[in-house]
């Protein structure tokens, strides 16, 4: 089992920024990818931004220039440092880690709500 705990999230103006993070215990040995996702009201969870165990990185467009992931593996954190933040971003945030082994599986964290304001 793999648990979770994100924090960082709040309200903040058009423009500004935020630095949300990402807690990874238990099981973390085989943890392949990390992710963040979103999910504003109404609307489907998106993949925002991933970080593979080497650190290779990708972003949804929307997010790109703006948003930045980043791991520290000693201390199983991931990171989203995110500047010129837009109404659009508003949304709860999502922790996502992939462990692989004789199957793949997904764990998810509680989630943390971002709030820009205009």
């Known amino acids: 089992q793999v648990q979770l705990v994100e924090s960082g999230g709040g309200l903040v103006q058009v423009g500004g920024s935020l630095r949300l993070s990402c807690v990874a215990s238990?099981?973390?040995?085989?943890?392949?990818?990390m992710a963040w996702y979103r999910q504003a009201p109404g609307k489907q969870r998106e993949l925002v931004a991933g970080i593979s165990s080497g650190g290779a990185t990708n972003y949804a467009d929307s997010v790109k220039a703006r948003f930045t992931i980043s791991r520290d593996n000693a201390k199983n954190t991931v990171y989203l440092q995110m500047n010129s933040l837009k109404p659009e971003d508003t949304g709860v945030y999502y922790c996502n880690a992939v462990r692989v082994g004789s199957q793949t599986l997904h764990y998810w964290g509680q989630g943390t709500q971002v709030t820009v304001s205009s």
């Open positions: 238990g099981s973390t040995f085989s943890i392949a990818f």
